[in-house]
């Protein structure tokens, strides 16, 4: 992180939006319950590594979900509010990151759910700033984001596709 003077650090500021597409081969019920169900979402969301896990999920509108813990030594924090969920077509949350107690992010993300004859196609979006350098610099903060999101998102078939 670079500083303005030797006391206050640089702020900077990256937008980036990503759009993921996954097709799974499980019906539109099972890829659904990977977001809503709190023990089938346990079973993909976030690394097998984390130490000290603190994890709640409130799938509701206006419900919060917490998936913090430590890895590497690091504390990572993930604070997410859902704005609009449409059962079984579409999830709408925003979230913040923040690793060692320092902001390092704010995104929004959308999630459409769709039926097809093989089983159900995914889009997942996100449109996300990333705060002072927290996660390396700006471009590679948010490449770093899409890439541990579609990693997320292919852990998602190992849990749907074999239940």
């Known amino acids: 992180m670079t500083t303005t003077d030797m006391t206050t650090p640089a702020r900077t500021q990256t937008h980036a939006t990503f759009v993921l597409e996954r097709d799974y081969a499980a019906p539109l019920d099972r890829v659904w319950a990977a977001f809503a169900d709190p023990e089938v979402k346990s079973r993909w969301f976030g690394p097998d590594e984390i130490e000290d896990p603190e994890v709640s999920e409130d799938f509701r509108v206006g419900g919060i979900a917490i998936n913090d813990g430590t890895m590497d030594g690091r504390r990572s924090q993930f604070r997410a509010v859902y704005t609009?969920?449409?059962?079984?077509?579409?999830?709408?949350?925003?979230?913040?990151?923040?690793s060692d107690g320092v902001h390092a992010s704010t995104s929004i993300t959308t999630i459409v759910f769709a039926a097809t004859a093989s089983g159900t196609h995914?889009?997942?979006?996100?449109?996300?700033?990333?705060?002072?350098?927290?996660?390396?610099?700006?471009?590679?903060?948010?490449?770093?984001?899409?890439?541990?999101?579609?990693?997320?998102?292919?852990?998602?078939?190992?849990?749907?596709?074999?239940?």
């Open 84 to 98: 609009d969920i449409v059962d079984r077509e579409r999830i709408v949350y925003s979230y913040d990151m923040w």
């Open 122 to 163: 995914l889009t997942f979006t996100e449109q996300g700033v990333h705060l002072d350098g927290v996660h390396g610099p700006g471009p590679e903060a948010a490449a770093g984001r899409e890439h541990g999101t579609g990693w997320l998102l292919d852990r998602i078939a190992g849990v749907v596709e074999t239940s």
